[in-house]
Each structure stands twice: as C-alpha cells, then as structure tokens.
C-alpha cells in the first residue's frame, strides 16, 4: 500500500518562491513524479526524481530525499499561470506497468 | 513526445444512458492503460488497469459491471459507463506508458467531463 500526503492549498506573490512538500510511505520505490494540473484539463508532466537530490528545470525543481520518504516542489519567479494544483505521485508497485498513485494534490494560487 | 488522444472532451447525457469514452495513444503502443476519475477540488483516483487482450483489472469499489472497459488493441482502450447517474458525473481521464519502456511517465489523454442530468 502507500500513503502520499501533501498540504492542501497554498498561497504565494506573484514573484516570489514556493515549495511543495510531498511525503509518502510505500512498499517498494521506483521514482516519485510531480504534475501541474490546470482545472478541468489533464495532469501535465513536471519531473521525475528517482535518485536523492535537487534536480532543477527552468523555474521548477524537484528535490527528493529516500531515506525520509520526501520530496518537494520548488517554483521560483512565480507567474499567474502557475496558479494550478499540484499532484505528488509514485508508481506502485513500482515496476513494470503499473499505475501512479497520486496525492490528493495542492491547490496553489498565485496572488498579485 | 507521446500523445494520447481522448473524446469526447465533455458529454452531456440524461440519466440511465450509456456513455463511452475513447483513449488513443497515437504514436506508441500501450500494452496497459489506466483510467482514473477525479470529482471536483480532489486528486486523481484510479478506477481500473486496462490490459491489451485481457480483462481489466479494477481497483476495490469501482463496479465493473458498470464501467466496462475494452482494449481491443495496443493503441485503443474504450471505457463505457452504463446505465449513467448524477453520480457518476465527473472528470474521467486516460492516461498510458509506452510498452517496453522502463520508469517512464505517464502520458495523459486530455479528460472527458461527464455531466449526468
């Protein structure tokens, strides 16, 4: 079984910086993914960490520590358009053709 | 990169109807598919694994006499609410990994909005 959890909403400036905790509990770890979901429209791909450490793309990177179960979000210069949910998963079982098991997500809204 | 292809986007259809809802993948194979629903403000919950040639697998609580699911090919996975409610109106989306690939991501079809008057 597992258990992903991540807080529920946040609010940042337009500008500023954010992170997005994930913690999660699972039988087996093969990788934790991030996706950015506008309302109403598909999950988007964001990152996939399946090694410790930051690993940064643009103005989003993605942090990952094994041994504590954790991963985080980082959005830097924060626009508008980031306002969107933000779903932590992990593929479990982790091997072959498995599903992803998604957190509930984090609904973050970026203020002027 | 991938692409999977889902419509309806939205339907809108009086109770006790039949709705189906396609999922492509237009340039891989996907020996599995999977199906998630997500009801407004909440996460993305599977609902059933979609194999190639086999049954579908379903997660505990997803009826599967009521969400028939189809994959008659390695690109087309089919997914049909029968007998539809006001209950069952919700986002449905589709998603896929490429056959053959190891710790890939998912790609996801764009999702289908399904309101049941």
């Known amino acids: 079984g597992q258990n992903i959890d991540q807080p529920t909403e946040m609010t940042a400036t337009e500008g500023a910086i954010v992170q997005i905790n994930c913690t999660y509990q699972?039988?087996?770890?093969?990788?934790l993914f991030w996706y950015q979901q506008h309302a109403g429209e598909a999950p988007t791909f964001l990152s996939y960490n399946v090694l410790d450490g930051l690993e940064e793309k643009g103005r989003f990177s993605s942090f990952l520590s094994r041994s504590k179960g954790y991963s985080y979000l980082l959005l830097k210069e924060l626009q508008m358009k980031d306002s969107a949910s933000y779903l932590c998963a992990v593929r479990d079982p982790p091997r072959g053709n498995t599903p992803l098991v998604f957190g509930k997500g984090t609904r973050l809204s970026v203020i002027a | 990169g991938a692409v999977v292809s889902q419509h309806p986007s939205w339907v809108i259809c009086k109770s006790g109807t039949s709705v189906k809802i396609e999922c492509r993948s237009l340039d891989f194979q996907a020996t599995t598919m999977f199906w998630y629903r997500q009801f407004p403000k909440q996460s993305l919950m599977l609902m059933a694994t979609?194999?190639?040639?086999?049954?579908?697998?379903?997660e505990q609580g997803v009826e599967k006499d009521k969400f028939l699911i189809n994959h008659a090919s390695l690109t087309l996975s089919t997914l049909t609410v029968t007998s539809a409610h006001p209950e069952d109106s919700s986002f449905y989306i589709c998603?896929?990994?490429?056959?053959?690939?190891?710790?890939?991501?998912?790609?996801f079809g764009s999702g289908t909005q399904l309101s049941v008057l």
């Open positions: 979609s194999n190639e040639g086999s049954k579908a697998t379903y």
């Open positions: 699972t039988s087996g770890f093969n990788g």
């Open positions: 998603s896929a990994k490429p056959t053959g690939v190891a710790n890939e991501k998912l790609f």
